[in-house]
Nanobody, 128 residues
Framework: QVQLVESGGGLVQAGNSLTLSCAAF????????MAWFRQAPGKEREFVAG????????YYQDSVKGRFTISRDNAKNTVYLQMTSLKPEDTAVYYC?????????????????????WGQGTQVTVSS
């Protein structure tokens, strides 16, 4: 049984940093591309960042480029999202996801919420 468990969410002031973690259990190799999505109240879930199994391929939503960094430690079966210069607009529930994504030159490919597995979500609140 596949399980993704997020942690690290919390309340921070604008301009500060926060790092989220997602531990994966029982992930099949075919679904080893991992990503972070977020969902604010009243809004649709949106793609934030994604990463390949090797960690060398990373993809970001334009609004977080230069501020967020996705990484992974396969020895720990964990993916991270380092968030800096946080803004109130970043407030949302952040979800870890995994699926059978491969390299694509089309960024929309990674943004589609058709991942096979999802975590329960962790709340990130940024105060002004």
């Amino acid at each position: 049984q596949v399980q993704l468990v997020e942690s690290g969410g919390g309340l921070v002031q604008a301009g500060n940093s926060l790092t989220l973690s997602c531990a994966a259990f029982g992930l099949p190799f075919s679904s080893n591309f991992m990503a972070w999505f977020r969902q604010a109240p009243g809004k649709e879930r949106e793609f934030v960042a994604g990463i390949t199994w090797s960690g060398h391929g990373t993809y970001y939503q334009d609004s977080v480029k230069g501020r967020f960094t996705i990484s992974r430690d396969n020895a720990k079966n964990t993916v991270y999202l380092q968030m800096t210069s946080l803004k109130p607009e970043d407030t949302a529930v952040y979800y870890c996801a995994a699926g059978p994504k491969t390299y694509s030159s089309n960024s929309d490919y990674y943004a589609k919420p058709d991942y096979h597995y999802w975590g329960q979500g962790t709340q990130v609140t940024v105060s002004s």
